[in-house]
């Protein structure tokens, strides 16, 4: 596609719902990343993917926090028993082969409220 | 790690010059970035510095000092639209999970 999609782009769950954030990249970019994102903070890094492999998971805060790409295009990032913390935007990126130089494209982000 | 400071806000005025200043340490440097983000909105490329120096497009220019750790995002001319808050990330040198890592971000407000 043209860009970074992401669904839903809304979603409120109530404490303890399991959620699933979908991020569509952009067409034949092999690296994606996730990103948490609080209310008038920068993005939090959360998790990284070449292809399918996530080769980088250091940033999810807890193993309530879990994210696959199975095909090494779409991704998923799924929450399990959420909690009020988990409130925020949550971004996914993604770019062509990682290189210094290239660039990480964003989607609008998904907006978790959990009440 | 990395450790990266920017001032949380800043004012200015339409047709004004500002500079907002971004500070890091980190154990393999790989290169800086400057993402906008308006609000609501995802955040989107400004600039990328690797080698020291200052690069120029159109009205936003990027210094990077790499020995002192600092860089900057110059805006000029400044417009309404400018109002916004500006990223400043790092990409470290490794293996895998080269992410960019944030600061915290600058929200900027212009005036008329």
């Known amino acids: 596609g043209a860009g970074v999609s992401q669904s839903p782009r809304y979603k409120v769950a109530k404490r303890g719902q399991d959620v699933a954030l979908r991020c569509d990249p952009i067409?034949?970019?092999?690296?994606l990343f996730w990103y948490q994102q609080a209310l008038g903070q920068g993005p939090e890094f959360l998790t990284y993917f070449q292809n399918e492999a996530q080769l980088d998971k250091s940033g999810l805060p807890s193993d309530r926090f879990f994210a696959e790409r199975p095909e090494g295009s779409v991704s998923t990032l799924k929450i399990q028993r959420t909690q009020q913390e988990d409130s925020a935007v949550y971004l996914c990126a993604s770019s062509k082969i990682l290189s210094s130089g290239n660039t990480i494209y964003f989607g609008e982000g998904s907006w978790l409220t959990v009440v | 790690g990395q450790n990266i400071d920017q001032p949380t806000e800043m004012t200015a005025t339409e047709g004004a010059i500002v500079q907002i200043n971004c500070t890091y340490q980190t154990s393999g440097f790989n290169g800086l970035f400057w993402y906008q983000q308006h609000a609501g909105e995802a955040p989107t490329f400004l600039s990328y510095n690797v080698l020291d120096g200052l690069e120029e497009k159109g009205r936003f220019s990027s210094f990077l000092s790499r020995s002192k750790g600092y860089s900057y995002l110059l805006l000029k001319e400044l417009q309404m639209k400018d109002s916004a808050s500006y990223l400043c990330a790092v990409r470290e040198r490794g293996q895998a999970g080269t992410a960019l890592i944030f600061g915290k971000g600058t929200t900027l407000s212009v005036s008329s």
């Open positions: 067409s034949g970019h092999v690296s």
